[in-house]
Each structure stands twice: as structure tokens, then as C-alpha cells.
């Protein structure tokens, strides 16, 4: 059993730079492919970013340049540095802990976290 706790968000203009924290309890955090994703009143939730155990990094296209996802397996967390906010990266956003598979798919996760609040102003 793996828990998550997201931690980071808040309110903040556009262009500027928030950094997500995802903690996990486990002995086992190093193995796994961690994601975040996010969801916005009224949409599904969607694939932003997710770093394999191999630390491999996969972005969706919309964040690419403007997001770096990383992981420190010493302290069991995995961040989202989130800078360039634009108003449209507003949503809740999820931390996910999962297994082998297709990375931008929520099936693969196993894990989720509670969420947290993402809002840029225009």
C-alpha cells in the first residue's frame, strides 16, 4: 500500500512558477512510475508529466519547456516544477504511483493522492 500527499499549490499570476511536492509512504517508492495529472471543473482528468524508476521523463505536449518533473527516492517525494503558469493550467492536480505500462494513461496508476489547488490568475 502506497500513500500519497500532494503539497505546492496555490494562487499565482500568469507567468509565474509554483513547485508541486508529491510524498509517499513505502519502501518501495523507488520502483515505481510516478505521475501527475490534472483535472479542470467539467473536464477529464489528463496526463501533465511522469518520471519512471529508470528517472526516464515523459511530458504532454502542452507543458513541454515550461514544466521539469523530478523524483529524490532518499526522501520519498516526487516534484513538478510548473513555471510560465498560464491561465489555462488551472486545475486540481494529482500525484500518482504506478507500474509498468503506457505513462499518460490514469489506468496505469495504481495510487492516487488527494489533489491540490492550481490556480493562475490572468
Known amino acids: 500500500q502506497v500513500q500519497l500527499v500532494e503539497s505546492g499549490g496555490g494562487l499565482v499570476q500568469a507567468g509565474g512558477s509554483l513547485r508541486l511536492s508529491c510524498a509517499a509512504s513505502g519502501r518501495t517508492f523507488s520502483s515505481y512510475t510516478m505521475g501527475w495529472f490534472r483535472q479542470a471543473p467539467g473536464k477529464e482528468r489528463e496526463f501533465v508529466a511522469a518520471?519512471?524508476?529508470?528517472?526516464?521523463?515523459h511530458y504532454a505536449d502542452s507543458v513541454k519547456g515550461r514544466f521539469t518533473i523530478s523524483r529524490d527516492n532518499a526522501k520519498n517525494t516526487v516534484y513538478l516544477q510548473m513555471n510560465s503558469l498560464k491561465p489555462e493550467d488551472t486545475a486540481v492536480y494529482y500525484c500518482?504511483?504506478?507500474?509498468?505500462?503506457?505513462?499518460?494513461?490514469?489506468?496505469?496508476?495504481?495510487?492516487w493522492g488527494q489533489g491540490t489547488q492550481v490556480t493562475v490568475s490572468s
Open positions: 518520471i519512471k524508476w529508470t528517472s526516464t521523463t
Open positions: 500518482g504511483a504506478g507500474g509498468a505500462g503506457i505513462v499518460e494513461m490514469p489506468s496505469v496508476y495504481d495510487y
